[in-house]
T-cell receptor, first 112, second 112 residues
Framework: SQQGEEDPQALSIQEGENATMNCSYK?????LQWYRQNSGRGLVHLIL?????REKHSGRLRVTLDTSKKSSSLLITASRAADTASYFC????????????FGKGMKLTVNP | EPEVTQTPSHQVTQMGQEVILRCVPI?????FYWYRQILGQKVEFLVS????????KSEIFDDQFSVERPDGSNFTLKIRSTKLEDSAMYFC??????????FGPGTRLTVL
């Protein structure tokens, strides 16, 4: 898989359920960032987790990072219809590069 | 809360014409970026800018592209002679060192 590859590519759930999205990457990273994008709109930064961190919380979001498996997961608890969007993971490669490498994204649909 | 702003939100141009996309990064950030997203595809890095010079650029960022910080607040992307394949959403982003990259709402460029 390519750097920053999300899995699954699409997920449809009911309001109130939890949504889990996974991201795999290939290179050593400095940090990993999750973004949300509503259809045709801008990228909203959700959370950043650094390579020396294993878990981070922000409101209803929980992010984990396993650098040995080169993977991360984003959990959205108690989902709402407003969480319907595409979600992207993006990695900042270790070694001085400042560019974020994005995955293809995952489409989450939360049905009311 | 400070945010990155971009103008215009939508730009339509004829093939071969020059376009300038404008961005106002978050005021205390030192790193500035341009990314683009062709419809239905991944977000791709174009260029990063720090200390008034390009610090990194991708293969996409060829001689047709240039960036400038003409004053203390604006950051621009110029495409000298647009091609059909330049049609995309262009995002500006800014960050402090190795931290979250905050994105603007994007400029949708349509080349006819």
């Amino acid at each position: 898989s390519q750097q920053g590859e999300e899995d699954p590519q699409a997920l449809s759930i009911q309001e109130g359920e939890n949504a889990t999205m996974n991201c795999s990457y290939k290179t050593s990273i400095n940090n990993l960032q999750w973004y949300r994008q509503n259809s045709g709109r801008g990228l909203v930064h959700l959370i950043l987790i650094r390579s020396n961190e294993r878990e981070k919380h922000s409101g209803r979001l929980r992010v984990t990072l396993d650098t040995s498996k080169k993977s991360s997961s984003l959990l959205i608890t108690a989902s709402r219809a407003a969480d319907t969007a595409s979600y992207f993971c993006a990695t900042l490669t270790q070694g001085g590069s400042e560019k974020l490498v994005f995955g293809k994204g995952m489409k989450l649909t939360v049905n009311p | 809360e400070p945010e990155v702003t971009q103008t215009p939100s939508h730009q339509v141009t004829q093939m071969g014409q020059e376009v300038i996309l404008r961005c106002v990064p978050i005021s205390n950030h030192l790193y500035f970026y341009w990314y683009r997203q062709i419809l239905g595809q991944k977000v791709e890095f174009l260029v990063s800018f720090y200390n008034n010079e390009i610090s990194e650029k991708s293969e996409i960022f060829d001689d047709q592209f240039s960036v400038e910080r003409p004053d203390g607040s604006n950051f621009t992307l110029k495409i000298r002679s647009t091609k059909l394949e330049d049609s995309a959403m262009y995002f500006c982003a800014s960050s402090s060192f190795y931290n979250e990259q905050f994105f603007g709402p994007g400029t949708r460029l349509t080349v006819l």
